[in-house]
């Protein structure tokens, strides 16, 4: 059973940053792929950014790249996503995503079987 918790959400101006966090329950962590996506009234769910269980390998949606970044702390069983020149269209709930079998970077293809509840990211203009 591997459980999600996000925080890290918030208001901010455009050409802010934020940095989403995500606590993992569960033994081993190390060996989840982790991921990101978000999701925008009205509109699909979009992949954001994914990690692998060691953190070697990373994956992020084009329109985030440059300017979102993902990382973990496997001792503190967390993935965070640095998110920084926000624009108005990064306005979405975002969603912590993980696996624990057969991925090893969580992409939009990809996707893992467990999911946070979600944290509110507004970006004003």
């Known amino acids: 059973q591997v459980q999600l918790v996000e925080s890290g959400g918030g208001l901010v101006q455009a050409g802010g940053s934020l940095r989403l966090s995500c606590a993992a329950s569960?033994?081993?962590?190390?060996?989840?792929?982790m991921g990101w996506f978000r999701q925008a009234p009205g509109k699909e769910r979009e992949f954001v950014a994914g990690?692998?269980?060691?953190?070697?390998?990373?994956a992020y949606a084009d329109s985030v790249k440059g300017r979102f970044t993902i990382s973990r702390d496997n001792a503190k069983n967390t993935v965070y996503l640095q998110m920084n020149s926000l624009k108005p269209d990064d306005t979405a709930v975002y969603y912590c995503n993980a696996d624990d079998d057969t991925i090893v970077v969580v992409t939009a293809n990809a996707v893992g079987d467990y999911w946070g509840q979600g944290t509110q990211v507004t970006v004003s203009s």
């Open positions: 569960g033994r081993p962590f190390s060996t989840y792929a």
């Open positions: 990690i692998s269980w060691n953190g070697y390998s990373t």
